[in-house]
């Protein structure tokens, strides 16, 4: 936090006295984030203090707490009068949209947290620095079973990134955003790199986001130095007041505008910047990916939308056909390369970028529809997304998790519930009516045909069915195919069997009663992001 | 009684009993049968005593009921029935109790020759429950996005009824299924989404509901957009040629019982839509579709007829002559007569009933045999004549015997199109010849001729099987024999959304004569 705070008084006094002027800072608006990033600090003192046995206890019940708290803060700003407001001297916005996103990150990563804390299947290495397959790692491994130890350094690991992410959205300058940025990626670069099984894979995928991570926000924070050059400010009010002058070097930003971008679709993972999603997702411990798969997307999708609806909405005839592209070759390249996918998490992440093109479309339109038709979308994929993720945790074998495709031959016979669980996950992605991702594809879709995108709304249908394609035919594989003799098992730990539920019951309520999480996203819709 | 909520009860019982059945214990199949048989039968007197309460030449809707379901959509949970979708009901619950009793002991195996594994047979009856609902639900909706809604749901229990129970190819035939009909769907789609707009626009409020939509005036490309959106959708549910391709495949493979329901009932949901849909919401578009719709409706009859001619396998031939069927069906609601458009939907019912036995008949032919080939079978009727007598009846039904039900549809149809369109009856009227080829020659090679020594232990109808088929027989004979009361109730429906499509572009003069006069052949 304190680093934004240096943000804030930084674009606030540029001329850089000797004496700081004490930045008025609103902690009850700030104050989720303020819990969170608390419950992280507290975390690490209790991994400094607490006994190795009882820190797992400590630390769950310690990121839960902060989580909830945080949530419930959010659910009281939101429920004020006015909650539109830009607290810390302009630099951090509370407003419906935000609000909104903070709220679902909060539930996406309590649920994700479900996961990160299951005991009966170790997902995280006991000793991340011994180098795979040495007798370093073989002994740390027995000795943490011996003595009947959890990883726990993970916990204020995934809050800081939580963190990160609340502030990533909220950040109404492109300094704050920057530190967002990095307070919610660093810890996740790290966390990609602890899964117990399949090390190599791990560090190879923990290596590759880092490096492209770090790549990609070194043109954000370029983007940002040539905006500043532009508008002679990072603020994103400053840089629309600038836009709407009509005054300035254009050349400085477009650039700006460009690089700026990148840094942030890279984050989303749109085409061409998605090239880190397979290996990363695939590679990470399945319930960080399922983390980063829900709560990071949506982290991104805010502040992708807040400098876009911000800063840039005068400019949207500029953008606008740049997004289009960008929007189609997510769509298709996302859909099309999952075809050809057989490992599950790889496959899942591919739609994942095909969904990120579904809401590219909803965020295009520029319209209060738009936003709540993003905003429902955002909700409705992360519930998805995790609980599939969590089912890919259940189905194992002698290595691990049984992630190859193959091996999920007829597992509609061997454990029904487990496979029609997915299945109806799957069926959710390819957007099948009465479940959420329908109603998700229809909000942004209604959306932009009323943005008059509709040629974007028939690609969009378009790779859905492609995706369809591949949906099913993992389907196929489970119910269609005889079991394997030597087929995984499917062990179902009590916090992901909850995680599962919890999945199943948000794509089940969003598609047969979405009303009132529509209302609440057209609420929170009713004014666009505070400046 | 007028206040009862029937349509949704209609859709909510098979619901529900899907469920119920799903969570029956696995071990218990015969608690499952009954219950799936039980709900059926209960599901299909409802229907029975609700049409009792269907006032001819009343409102256009009735039983309406509308509640908000999805406000920011402008959604509504909207159903309620014309004379067309009345029928079109009756048929779908009238058929699903018969397959429950077809499929008494098939479930439990998947079809085809090799030698299954067991599958889960309460799995199959409550699809087949979920399936019903769903069936109810399309024809009932009033409101475009709650038909969507079903309409796509639809394919799910189909899909996992092919892939799961069907034969050798079954999963292919499945995914085949569902990419064809989730392409068209999502087109669809589309269409379905930019009517809320649209709505907008010329009405002042956006809605879905369909009384609403009818009144809206689309024209230029925007009509003949959304006329493409849904008339895709609509062929590939149908399926007309060129989309075909998936029923053959999809008909070999499945299990005889599900195949009932999706030749029977579900392609009717395509026919159904177009009479419905294509023509009522964009009349301007659909007239300037006619021509092309028209040379593809004749095309699939008669190259429907030549494959069926052509085919080996029991099951692809009867799923050929369907699609020569559905020819005619298209042909009749595309001529824009009143006479035309009363016998396509009469078409749809007969052809659902004589279609829905041949397919019952040959499902127990195969389970006995193990074979779904022609040259498998030879000689049946000197062991199994009851079996044989019911195939004919059928057969004769889908050749359009007089006196039998499909007669009286095809003639309408003929002669509604002539009135308007010579050349397209002209041509169609081959595939009536072609339908007596196919249909007696396949009699004539299965039934007919010494019994062959494969066949000789071959038994006859068992009374359960004799339960299933008796009462379509029976029905095939009655609306052969006096179609008028299915006439009456589907009459005003046709001429009030025949009216719509003649409001804006006054047709050629010979129509005025032939709509006042066709309404009663």
Request: charged share 10%; net charge neutral.
């Amino acid at each position: 936090m304190s680093m934004s705070l240096v943000a804030a008084s930084l674009a606030a006094a540029p001329s850089g006295g000797e004496k700081l002027p004490a930045p008025h800072i609103e902690y009850g608006q700030l104050a989720p984030m303020l819990i969170v990033f608390g419950a992280a600090v507290a975390g690490v003192l209790v991994e400094a203090f607490v006994g190795r046995r009882t820190r797992y206890y400590v630390q769950v019940p310690l990121a839960a707490v902060g989580l909830v708290a945080g949530f419930a803060w959010t659910i009281a700003l939101a429920a004020r009068d006015k909650p539109f407001h830009a607290a810390a001297m302009g630099a951090i916005g509370v407003d419906g949209p935000t609000l909104f996103v903070q709220g679902t990150i909060l539930v996406l990563a309590l649920v994700s947290l479900l996961l990160i804390a299951e005991r009966q299947q170790g997902h995280f290495t006991a000793q991340a620095a011994a180098l795979p397959g040495t007798e370093a790692e073989q002994e740390a491994e027995q000795l943490a079973t011996a003595a009947g130890i959890t990883q726990t350094e993970v916990f204020p690991l995934m809050m800081f990134a939580v963190g990160g992410m609340l502030m990533f959205p909220a950040s109404n300058d492109l300094l704050t955003m920057f530190v967002a940025l990095e307070i919610m990626s660093l810890p996740l670069y790290l966390l990609c790199g602890l899964a117990r099984r399949r090390r190599l894979l791990s560090q190879e995928a923990a290596v590759k986001y880092f490096l492209l991570g770090a790549f990609s926000s070194a043109f954000f924070l370029y983007g940002t130095a040539l905006l500043y050059g532009y508008a002679g400010s990072v603020r994103l009010s400053d840089i629309a007041d600038q836009l709407s002058k009509d005054a300035g070097s254009e050349t400085l930003m477009l650039a700006g505008l460009a690089l700026l971008s990148v840094g942030l679709l890279f984050k989303i993972g749109a085409v061409p910047f998605h090239m880190w999603k397979p290996d990363v997702y695939q590679g990470a411990p399945t319930p960080i990916t399922a983390l980063m798969a829900s709560c990071t997307l949506v982290a991104a999708f805010g502040a992708l939308m807040r400098v876009y609806y911000v800063g840039f909405e005068t400019l949207k005839w500029d953008w606008r056909p740049f997004m289009w592209g960008v929007a189609i070759l997510t769509m298709v390249a996302g859909a099309v390369i999952a075809i050809t996918q057989t490992d599950l998490k790889r496959l899942l992440a591919y739609s994942s970028v095909a969904h990120a093109g579904f809401l590219l479309t909803g965020m295009i339109a520029v319209t209060r529809d738009g936003l709540a038709g993003t905003l429902f979308y955002l909700v409705a994929y992360g519930f998805t997304t995790v609980g599939a993720f969590a089912v890919i945790t259940m189905v194992r074998d002698a290595g691990g998790e049984a992630a190859h495709l193959s091996r999920w031959a007829g597992l509609g016979k061997r454990s029904p519930v487990v496979a029609g669980v997915f299945a109806f996950f799957l069926l959710a992605f390819a957007g099948i009516p009465l479940t959420s991702g329908f109603t998700g594809k229809f909000a942004v879709f209604k959306a932009a045909v009323e943005g008059h995108a509709t040629p974007l709304v028939v690609v969009g249908v378009l790779s859905s069915a492609v995706a369809a394609f591949f949906y099913v035919r993992v389907i196929v594989v489970m119910f269609f195919s005889e079991p394997e003799a030597d087929g995984p098992t499917v062990v179902a730990g009590p916090a992901t069997a909850a995680a599962v539920a919890l999945g199943v019951t948000a794509t089940v309520v969003l598609g047969v009663l979405p009303q009132p999480m529509l209302d609440l996203a057209g609420h929170a819709a009713t004014q666009m992001f505070v400046r | 009684m007028t206040d009862f909520p029937w349509l949704t009860v209609l859709i909510a019982l098979p619901a529900v009993g899907a469920l119920l059945v799903g969570v029956l214990p696995r071990e218990n199949e015969a608690l499952a049968k009954q219950a799936a048989l039980a709900i059926s039968v209960v599901e299909a007197v409802l229907a029975i005593v609700m049409t009792t309460a269907f006032k001819v030449g009343g409102d256009r809707f009735q039983f309406t009921e509308k509640y908000w379901w999805i406000k920011s959509f402008g959604v509504h949970w909207a159903v309620g029935v014309d004379g067309v979708a009345l029928v079109l009901v009756l048929l779908s619950v009238i058929l699903v109790p018969l397959v429950v009793i077809a499929s008494w002991d098939e479930a439990g195996r998947s079809g085809g020759t090799d030698t299954p594994p067991k599958r889960s047979v309460k799995t199959y009856f409550a699809l087949l429950l979920a399936l019903e609902a769903m069936m109810v639900g399309v024809f009932a909706a009033t409101d475009v996005f709650l038909f969507y809604v079903f309409f796509e749901a639809m394919l799910i229990p189909v899909y996992f009824l092919i892939g799961s129970y069907g034969g050798p190819q079954r999963s292919y035939a499945a995914v085949k299924f569902l990419l064809y009909s989730l392409l068209g769907g999502l087109l669809m789609l589309v269409a379905v989404v930019w009517l809320y707009p649209l709505s907008q626009d010329k009405l002042g409020h956006g809605t879905f509901m369909f009384d609403e939509l009818r009144t809206m005036h689309v024209d230029g490309m925007t009509a003949k957009w959304l006329f493409l959106g849904f008339f895709v959708a609509f062929a590939i549910k149908a399926p007309m040629v060129p989309v075909h391709t998936w029923l053959p495949d999809a008909a070999a493979q499945s299990p005889a019982g599900a195949l009932v329901l999706v030749v029977g009932v579900l392609d009717k949901v395509g026919t159904y839509g177009m009479l419905r849909f294509c023509l009522e919401l964009f009349p301007g578009a659909a007239k300037w579709a006619t021509p092309v719709v028209l040379a593809l409706a004749v095309i699939s009859i008669v190259y429907g007829a030549v494959l069926a001619i052509g085919q080996v396998d029991l099951k692809r031939l009867v799923a050929y002559t369907s699609v020569s069927h559905f020819g005619f069906i298209v042909l009749g609601i595309f001529a824009m007569t009143t006479q035309g458009q009363s016998g396509a939907t009469l078409y749809m019912v007969n052809h659902g009933f004589s279609t829905g036995a041949l397919f019952l008949l040959v499902g127990f032919m195969i389970a006995r045999r193990r074979s779904a080939r022609i040259d498998a079978f030879g000689g049946v009727q000197k062991v199994a004549p009851v079996l044989a007598g019911t195939f004919l009846v059928a057969g004769l039904s889908g050749l359009s015997l007089p006196g039998l039900s499909t007669f009286v549809s095809e003639l309408m149809v003929l002669i509604g199109t002539f009135s308007r369109h010579r050349v397209p009856a002209v041509l169609a009227a081959s595939g009536i010849v072609l339908a007596a080829i196919y249909i007696l020659w396949t009699y004539q090679r299965t039934m007919g001729g010494p019994a062959r020594d494969e066949v000789k232990g071959m038994p006859d109808l068992t009374v359960r099987e004799k339960l299933a088929v008796a009462p379509i027989i029976a029905i095939i004979v009655a609306m052969g024999l006096f179609p008028q009361p299915v006439l009456k109730a589907i009459n005003p429906s046709v001429q009030q959304g025949l009216a719509r499509v003649d409001v804006r572009d006054p047709a050629p003069k010979i129509n005025g004569n032939v709509a006042e006069n066709g309404a009663r052949p």
